[in-house]
């Protein structure tokens, strides 16, 4: 039984390790963080997560904010550019 368990371990750590060690090579994934709206605040609640999701996650983080009422719609949405990378 210990015999298996070892074996189990080894493999688990060979099958393990490469990607282990390609994570950090990784260039970071791109997050676009859109915000605004009249119900939170995100003055707060942005740099919070932000910071939360870069601890655990190798990622770049753009931050675009709205408006501040519930209607309004961040200018990102506006520009053909962005459609176009979508």
Known sequence: ???HIGILFTLSVLIVSPF???AEDAKPLKVLFVMGGGYHDYA???P??????????NVQIDIVSGGK??????????DPKFWRRV
Request: hydrophobic share 40%.
């Open 1 to 3: 039984m210990k015999l």
């Open 48 to 57: 919070y997560l932000t910071e939360k999701l870069s601890e655990r996650v």
């Open 44 to 46: 707060k609640q942005a």
């Open 20 to 22: 282990a060690i390609g």
């Open 69 to 78: 009422d519930s209607h309004s719609v961040p200018e990102i949405f506006s």
